[in-house]
Nanobody, 122 residues
Framework: QVQLVESGGGLVQAGDSLRLSCAAS????????MGWFRQAPGKEREFVAT????????AYGDSVKGRFTISRDNAKNTVYLQMNSLKIEDTAAYYC???????????????WGQGTQVTVSS
């Protein structure tokens, strides 16, 4: 129903900022709630942020609250993740996902991108 492609990852130093983008295909992007998740080697996939269809509601995981901001532009079929004050422990592959509600569990998001790598060094 929707295809997702992440971009914007890279290698940065602790304290730096980075903005990830997720571009969606199709004509039904505005029907989906969107989420960002991340996964480090040997770890379970972790909830990062979610945003409602209209953008009026957002929620964040405890480890990123106050540092990361999720937003969307439905006219451009794109969701963003602004990451500030990056820490070494933020290093992970970051994935965007589409679902029908702003839940924080992976099983409730049927559609996923392939991910973009974020590496934070000291």
């Amino acid at each position: 129903q929707v295809q997702l492609v992440e971009s914007g990852g890279g290698l940065v130093q602790a304290g730096d900022s980075l903005r990830l983008s997720c571009a969606a295909s199709g004509r039904t992007f505005s029907r989906y709630a969107m989420g960002w998740f991340r996964q480090a080697p040997g770890k379970e996939r972790e909830f990062v942020a979610t945003i409602s269809q209209s953008g009026g509601y957002t929620a964040y995981g405890d480890s990123v609250k106050g540092r990361f901001t999720i937003s969307r532009d439905n006219a451009k079929n794109t969701v963003y993740l602004q990451m500030n004050s990056l820490k070494i422990e933020d290093t992970a592959a970051y994935y965007c996902a589409a679902g029908l509600s702003t839940v924080r569990i992976t099983a409730q998001y049927p559609h996923w991108g392939q991910g973009t790598q974020v590496t934070v060094s000291s």
